[in-house]
């Protein structure tokens, strides 16, 4: 099973309102990041957000976590059609008998329409 | 600055087949590692080097060879290609060995299909 799954699959928004998209996981991380893919682009970090923080913010992106409940939340404001693309999260562990672990979720595909 | 490079775009190979997708990166970055993507599985790691000359397996090793001669370079083989190595492929590279501390540059992937 996966480390990290975001939630929705999929979402589609008018240009101009927000866009909220989950991760969950399943084991204790280091830290978790976020990543955004353009179609038949590579991926881009985002943000990174460590294990004993609750939110960080950059531009329009807000990111928040909360490992009592094993989740993330990326929120999008004033979304733009650039920001049309699949959005990623990536668990980190640190592990002592293998190596570090990072796991991506399946990813988010977000459109927003002009 | 290129960052991170990968060729070929696209390859169709034949069952059996080898081939090299090449990586390379600008940045004297220590950790580089390749992934497979997947419809709806995320990246799945192949193999990583932590540096030149040492190399380890990710979570799908099988039917890939790496090797890391220089800090530039991370060629991935196909040993003989299978229709189940059909995928996209993402090099990546980080100034951190403990990659997940710092942020991962991609290369622009490498669509194989295999008929």
């Known amino acids: 099973s996966q480390q990290g799954e975001e939630d929705p699959q999929a979402l589609s928004i008018q240009e101009g309102e927000n866009a909220t998209m989950n991760c969950s996981y399943k084991?204790?991380?280091?830290?978790l990041q976020w990543y955004r893919q353009n179609s038949g682009r590579g991926l881009v970090h985002l943000i990174l957000i460590r294990s004993n923080e609750r939110e960080k913010h950059s531009g329009r992106l807000r990111v928040t976590l909360d490992t009592s409940k094993k989740s993330s939340s990326l929120l999008i404001t004033a979304s733009r059609a650039a920001d049309t693309a699949s959005y990623f999260c990536?668990?980190?562990?640190?592990?002592?008998?293998?190596?570090?672990?990072?796991?991506f979720g399946p990813g988010t595909s977000l459109s927003v329409i002009p | 600055n290129a960052g991170v490079t990968q060729t070929p775009k696209f390859q169709v190979l034949k069952t059996g087949q080898s081939m090299t997708l090449q990586c390379a990166q600008d940045?004297?970055?220590?950790?580089m590692s390749w992934y497979r993507q997947d419809p709806g599985m995320g990246l799945r790691l192949i193999h990583y080097?932590?540096?030149?000359?040492?190399?380890d397996q990710g979570e799908v090793p099988n039917g890939y060879n790496v090797s890391r001669s220089t800090t530039e370079d991370f060629p991935l083989r196909l040993l003989s290609a299978a229709p189940s190595q059909t995928s996209v492929y993402f090099c990546a590279s980080s100034y951190d060995p403990l990659f997940g501390n710092t942020e991962a540059f991609f290369g622009q992937g490498t669509r194989l299909t295999v008929v």
């Open positions: 940045m004297n970055h220590e950790y």
């Open positions: 080097s932590v540096g030149a000359g040492i190399t």
């Open positions: 990536a668990t980190y562990r640190k592990m002592k008998t293998s190596y570090d672990k990072v796991i």
């Open positions: 084991t204790s991380i280091n830290n």
